[in-house]
């Protein structure tokens, strides 16, 4: 190398922001940037430990393992590259690195340590390798920004406490490798609306989805057999709870304070529920009485004689279900689509209140209703005041605007095909189209109900249409019996006689009624 370029390099160099780190290096408090060198395999424990004004840090693709409390409270350090052999985050590495983001875990990660991002708030997504197969206590408490974050088929075992406070965490599927959801698991994450607990799961633990306040749906797979105390405690979103029919334990204030639950069945299987399990669950204590007791004898009896609604709520095989509808396999020979269970509630209502919507099954329902009027999905209400559509309207579930439309074009493509008006048949499918994923649950309801109002008055328009016809023409025949043939003026004002005259005043009111008494619909928009 010549001097000069000897010169360029030391130039470059000294102008760098980054210091050169090798082991032994004695870091000031002022840095701002690291380059770890190249020849360096194990970084120290406490290495870069409370250095608040650094920024980045570059690590070296030979590097192996990072200590203990590396970059504990590196308060401003927004990046790190991890290289590619790293197998494991240890404890308390990157603890209160508030400014971290764009964090990109590496290939090969077997372990993520206890509180290892603890408080990290700025880390907004991570994926998880395929190998990773733990991750420890308080991992990732308090990191209020993370919305998304893959667990692998890989993984074996979750820490307790390791999402508190994640309170931009909107959905989170649990592996079937991991057999129990540990204490305080998800508590407080407050945007969390969807769970995917897997076959393989046998406890949900203590206090483990605490404050979960946008939490809607859960079903507990078949393999669960107990639900630890205060499990659910304060999911005050909790509409519908699908237990299987392996569990045997519920404990204490498991559900307490679900004021919105109204969905629920408690399988045979349970012989050990705790009396403070359903404390605060105001809608579902309002349908019996204060009495626990009363109560869990209630929902264990809900489904007793009542084999479509069991089918319908216990659809964890739906090929099953399917093919019962279809043999009528079991079925009381009185029961039917319009039959209720002791909540008032529809085999429609079952299926929208479901986690996993399944649109087959509701064609089967809707194919085993032999009633003309179709309307029961907007207008049979259950003992919380709701209709089908309503709790279709606040379903989280990905598919649930494909399952709202293609009910409504189903249920309505009968009765427009009847009178074979293409002019409807555009208007109604307009109407549907326009239920997009952008909506709000509210938005929802109003789209659907105008779309069975636009129906309903179509319906209406048609009938007054043909009985003006009707009472026209024997008015005219009546006229021409005592006289001459009416000439075109008097066939006019014979006409609107009949309309105005007649049917306007004397039927009008009466087939206004399905339109007037429609269950569907709120003050939002009436």
Request: hydrophobic share 40%; aromatic share 6%.
């Given at each position: 190398?010549?001097?000069?370029?000897?010169?360029?390099?030391?130039?470059?160099?000294?102008?760098?922001?980054?210091?050169?780190?090798?082991?032994?290096?004695?870091?000031?408090?002022?840095?701002?940037?690291?380059?770890?060198?190249?020849?360096?395999?194990?970084?120290?424990?406490?290495?870069?430990?409370?250095?608040?004004?650094?920024?980045?840090?570059?690590?070296?693709?030979?590097?192996?393992?990072?200590?203990?409390?590396?970059?504990?409270?590196?308060?401003?350090?927004k990046t790190v590259n991890f290289p590619p052999q790293l197998i494991e985050i240890p404890e308390d590495a990157f603890q209160s690195c508030r400014n971290l983001e764009d964090v990109v875990l590496p290939a090969k990660l077997e372990i993520i340590g206890a509180r290892a991002f603890f408080e990290?708030?700025?880390?907004?997504?991570?994926?998880?390798?395929?190998?990773?197969?733990?991750?420890?206590?308080?991992?990732?408490?308090?990191?209020?920004?993370?919305?998304?974050?893959?667990?692998?088929?890989?993984?074996?075992?979750?820490?307790?406490?390791?999402?508190?406070?994640?309170?931009?965490?909107?959905?989170?599927?649990?592996?079937?490798?991991?057999?129990?959801?540990?204490?305080?698991?998800?508590?407080?994450?407050?945007?969390?609306?969807?769970?995917?607990?897997?076959?393989?799961?046998?406890?949900?633990?203590?206090?483990?989805?605490?404050?979960?306040?946008?939490?809607?749906?859960?079903?507990?797979?078949?393999?669960?057999?107990?639900?630890?105390?205060?499990?659910?405690?304060?999911?005050?979103?909790?509409?519908?709870?699908?237990?299987s029919y392996g569990i045997y334990y519920v404990g204490p204030m498991a559900f307490q304070m679900c004021e919105n639950l109204v969905n629920i069945a408690l399988p045979p299987s349970l012989n050990d529920v705790s009396k403070t399990a359903f404390d605060g669950c105001e809608k579902l204590m309002?349908?019996?009485?204060?009495?626990?007791?009363?109560?869990?004898?209630?929902?264990?009896?809900?489904?007793?004689?009542?084999?479509?609604?069991?089918?319908?709520?216990?659809?964890?095989?739906?090929?099953?279900?399917?093919?019962?509808?279809?043999?009528?396999?079991?079925?009381?020979?009185?029961?039917?689509?319009?039959?209720?269970?002791?909540?008032?509630?529809?085999?429609?209502?079952?299926?929208?209140?479901?986690?996993?919507?399944?649109?087959?099954?509701?064609?089967?329902?809707?194919?085993?209703?032999?009633?003309?009027?179709?309307?029961?999905?907007?207008?049979?209400?259950?003992?919380?005041?709701?209709?089908?559509?309503?709790?279709?309207?606040?379903?989280?579930?990905?598919?649930?605007?494909?399952?709202?439309?293609?009910?409504?074009?189903?249920?309505?493509?009968?009765?427009?095909?009847?009178?074979?008006?293409?002019?409807?048949?555009?208007?109604?499918?307009?109407?549907?189209?326009?239920?997009?994923?952008?909506?709000?649950?509210?938005?929802?309801?109003?789209?659907?109900?105008?779309?069975?109002?636009?129906?309903?008055?179509?319906?209406?328009?048609?009938?007054?249409?043909?009985?003006?016809?009707?009472?026209?023409?024997?008015?005219?025949?009546?006229?021409?019996?005592?006289?001459?043939?009416?000439?075109?003026?008097?066939?006019?004002?014979?006409?609107?006689?009949?309309?105005?005259?007649?049917?306007?005043?004397?039927?009008?009111?009466?087939?206004?009624?399905?339109?007037?008494?429609?269950?569907?619909?709120?003050?939002?928009?009436?």
């Open positions: 190398m010549s001097s000069n370029e000897s010169a360029q390099e030391e130039d470059a160099i000294s102008t760098s922001p980054f210091l050169h780190y090798t082991s032994g290096t004695i870091v000031p408090p002022c840095v701002t940037h690291i380059r770890v060198d190249e020849t360096v395999e194990v970084l120290e424990e406490n290495a870069f430990k409370e250095l608040l004004d650094l920024l980045a840090v570059e690590l070296p693709h030979a590097l192996r393992c990072i200590g203990k409390m590396a970059f504990y409270c590196c308060v401003n350090l990290c708030e700025s880390i907004t997504e991570l994926n998880c390798p395929e190998t990773l197969k733990v991750i420890g206590k308080g991992a990732f408490v308090h990191c209020r920004s993370l919305v998304s974050m893959n667990l692998p088929d890989s993984l074996e075992a979750l820490g307790d406490r390791t999402f508190v406070d994640c309170e931009s965490l909107k959905t989170i599927n649990v592996p079937s490798g991991i057999n129990k959801i540990q204490r305080g698991t998800f508590a407080h994450c407050h945007s969390l609306a969807h769970v995917e607990m897997s076959e393989g799961l046998e406890v949900v633990g203590e206090g483990a989805f605490w404050f979960c306040i946008s939490l809607t749906r859960v079903r507990i797979p078949t393999t669960v057999n107990v639900i630890e105390t205060s499990a659910f405690l304060y999911c005050t979103s909790l509409e519908s709870v699908e237990v309002d349908l019996v009485s204060s009495d626990s007791e009363k109560l869990f004898s209630k929902l264990r009896e809900r489904f007793d004689g009542l084999s479509l609604h069991r089918l319908c709520y216990d659809h964890q095989n739906p090929f099953i279900v399917s093919d019962a509808i279809d043999q009528d396999n079991g079925f009381a020979e009185s029961e039917n689509t319009k039959t209720v269970d002791t909540l008032g509630m529809l085999p429609y209502h079952i299926l929208s209140l479901s986690t996993k919507l399944d649109l087959g099954l509701f064609k089967k329902l809707l194919m085993k209703d032999q009633c003309s009027n179709k309307l029961a999905l907007v207008s049979e209400t259950d003992k919380f005041g709701k209709c089908p559509m309503d709790y279709l309207c606040g379903s989280n579930e990905a598919n649930a605007i494909h399952v709202v439309r293609d009910i409504l074009a189903l249920v309505t493509a009968d009765r427009i095909g009847i009178l074979g008006l293409e002019r409807w048949k555009m208007e109604v499918n307009q109407g549907i189209e326009h239920i997009v994923y952008g909506d709000v649950p509210s938005a929802r309801r109003k789209r659907i109900y105008q779309v069975y109002r636009n129906l309903l008055s179509n319906e209406r328009l048609e009938a007054t249409s043909l009985l003006e016809l009707v009472v026209w023409k024997a008015e005219i025949e009546s006229l021409t019996l005592q006289s001459a043939p009416l000439n075109g003026e008097e066939r006019r004002a014979c006409r609107i006689k009949s309309g105005v005259g007649i049917v306007i005043p004397n039927v009008m009111a009466f087939i206004s009624d399905a339109i007037d008494e429609l269950s569907f619909k709120s003050e939002d928009y009436d």
